[in-house]
């Protein structure tokens, strides 16, 4: 369990984390006294609306003050972690930083002091004159009617969904009894539940004695370390299987909240408990979209990922299915077009447009891969025999060098360099043996050939480095081309190989100096740019090559490897040998 904080008082925390609402969302405001945050007043408000106020322990957020905004809820009032606000913080909230001439809905989840703070608050509104409704939200199904006795349902990351709702309709218009009206209803058609692999950790207190053991998952545990239905071993797609049936099965008479029928559209929501990775929780959706659709045939019409409710860094998620009704729930609203409708409030982070669903195409995109090796032909030439003989030349100076960089490289560096080198030439070589179809004489078209095989068989740094230096090449080789046929010379492979080299600094910080193969290649390409003479320029390489044995490494292999003094003035950096091994071998043939 984390229990390392970067606050190490909560109550400090928490005021922060409320404060940081205003600065995140401009249109709202904090009475940091009685921990409320509302809408400013002097922003702008539709006028006669019903206000929603909602509230409850901190450890949850971005519920519930995140909650707060156009669109969603008018003010929210915190308590402690994991404690209920006093009834008089909600009361100041509700007849003092919310507008209340058309009522005002007080709608917390459901635990025992949420309720009687909140209810008390409600009684005081109404001594005050307000109109006033209260609903205490419980979604949660985890633990059944049986064993959960007088503690009831519990609100869980459904409440988001409730919030919103409510909220959209008091903002579309809805009047306090159509508002309270909808609370009830979406959740009598809303089911969450759970599941955790571990309790939470509440900054300033100790460690909590039950751990979850490391091979278990415990299954509908409440959002303040509550227990749950059950523990069970972790096998993901059985879990699923099991929270799916606590939420949909009609015939599990402890738990059957909700019915369906085949034409039922839902809405689902994948809510982060707070500590599960995005990548977990994302895996998390799909398992659960997977079984919903393969076992229940249910294709939610919206599909919510994110964190809505949590339980500070609790390492669970709960899912939550909301069924719609397509009747007016007030103000001419559908409850899909209330989740739908914007909402400016930090924890209502749904990002795809109404839209975008509504035109949702179900047939998989075909995929299309364009085959690169009959890229655009070119107009540059070189028989085919030339390549054969020259390159074939280079790649056996390669190959036969390959014992000795493999016994530098098992001195400076891993070992593997020689390997590496050896195992490419062979598959170049392989291919000019036997291309398939014919090689041709377009030389751009023999490069990308070449490029294929380097990125397939070549891995490591040096296999990408030598992809990257191959592609920018012929990419330097078409560059040159005018439009009529023309020889690859000597001069259009020396402006191509500067290309390449320009391309490749790009990419990798080696230069000239840090003991790496850009020590024979740069040499080999400035040559042969200024001089034009292969010779010259292969002799440059074996030079570069001849300086690295006093280099000290910087980059590549060599840095990694202790003891320097033992070898340092004797041995040349293995990669930079097998290239110009290999230039000096094509450049003979030539
Ligand atoms: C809320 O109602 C009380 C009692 O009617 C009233 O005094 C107060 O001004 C109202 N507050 C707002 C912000 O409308
Ligand atoms: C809410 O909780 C109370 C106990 O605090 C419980 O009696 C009640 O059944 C719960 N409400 C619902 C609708 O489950």
Redesign the pocket.
């Given at each position: 369990m984390q229990t390392k904080h970067f606050f190490s008082d909560p109550n400090q925390l928490v005021l922060a984390a409320l404060h940081s609402l205003t600065l995140t969302n401009p249109s709202l405001a904090l009475d940091s006294h009685n921990k409320i945050v509302f809408r400013r007043p002097d922003a702008p408000r539709r006028a006669k609306k019903v206000s929603v106020v909602t509230g409850g322990g901190s450890g949850h957020e971005p519920a519930f003050a995140g909650f707060v905004g156009h669109g969603l809820c008018d003010a929210a009032v915190a308590g402690t972690i994991f404690a209920s606000p006093a009834a008089e913080q909600i009361s100041r909230a509700c007849i003092d930083r919310v507008p209340n001439d058309s009522g005002v809905l007080i709608i917390p989840n459901?635990y025992?002091g949420d309720?009687l703070h909140f209810g008390m608050a409600t009684e005081k509104c109404r001594a005050a004159g307000i109109k006033t409704e209260f609903f205490?939200m419980?979604d949660d199904v985890g633990v059944g009617r049986k064993k959960s006795g007088?503690?009831?349902?519990r609100g869980i990351g459904g409440a988001a969904l409730l919030l919103k709702l409510t909220g959209a309709l008091a903002e579309a218009g809805g009047t306090l009894d159509e508002v309270y009206a909808l609370a009830q209803f979406a959740n009598d058609n809303l089911v969450s539940i759970g599941a955790s692999l571990e309790h939470v950790h509440v900054p300033g207190r100790g460690a909590p004695e039950d751990h979850v053991a490391q091979d278990e998952v415990e299954i509908g545990m409440g959002i303040h370390n509550e227990p749950g239905s059950h523990r069970t071993k972790v096998d993901l797609v059985e879990l699923v299987s099991t929270m799916l049936r606590q939420l949909l099965d009609e015939s599990d008479k402890d738990r059957a909240y909700i019915t369906r029928t085949p034409q039922d559209k839902f809405v689902l929501l994948i809510n982060n408990l707070g500590g599960v990775s995005p990548l977990e929780l994302s895996g998390l959706t799909y398992e659960v979209y997977r079984q919903l659709e393969a076992n229940y045939q249910i294709k939610p019409v919206r599909v919510i990922q994110g964190s809505f409710l949590t339980s500070l860094n609790g390492l669970g998620f709960s899912v939550s299915l909301l069924k719609l009704s397509d009747k007016d729930v007030g103000a001419g609203q559908t409850m899909l077009q209330l989740i739908d409708a914007p909402a400016e409030a930090i924890g209502w982070s749904v990002p795809i447009n109404p839209s975008t669903w509504e035109n949702r195409i179900d047939t998989p995109v075909q995929l299309k891969d364009s085959n690169l090796d009959e890229s655009q032909p070119s107009n540059m030439k070189l028989d085919p025999s030339v390549v054969k003989k020259v390159l074939g030349a280079g790649l056996q100076a390669v190959i036969k060098a390959e014992p000795e960089v493999t016994r530098f490289d098992t001195l400076v560096g891993d070992g593997d360099c020689g390997i590496g080198l050896k195992r490419g030439a062979e598959a170049i070589q392989a291919l000019l043996d036997n291309p398939s179809p014919p090689l041709t004489d377009d030389i751009v078209s023999t490069v990308n050939r070449i490029v294929n095989v380097v990125e397939e068989v070549m891995d490591g740094t040096s296999g990408a480095i030598y992809a990257i230096f191959l592609n920018a090449l012929a990419h330097g080789l078409r560059d040159q081309d005018t439009g009529s046929p023309q020889q690859a010379t000597t001069e259009v492979w020396a402006k191509a190989i500067k290309h390449s080299i320009t391309s490749l600094g790009r990419y990798t910080p080696a230069k000239p100096g840090d003991r790496t193969l850009i020590d024979a290649l740069v040499p080999f390409g400035e040559t042969l740019f200024a001089k034009h003479d292969p010779k010259a320029a292969a002799a440059a390489a074996q030079q570069g090559t001849e300086s690295t044995k006093s280099m000290k490494a910087s980059l590549g292999r060599s840095v990694y490897v202790g003891s320097e003094g033992d070898w340092i003035g004797k041995i040349p950096d293995p990669g930079a040998y097998g290239l110009s091994e290999f230039l000096t071998g094509l450049v003979n043939a030539a």
């Open positions: 459901n025992t309720v205490a419980n007088k503690v009831g349902r």
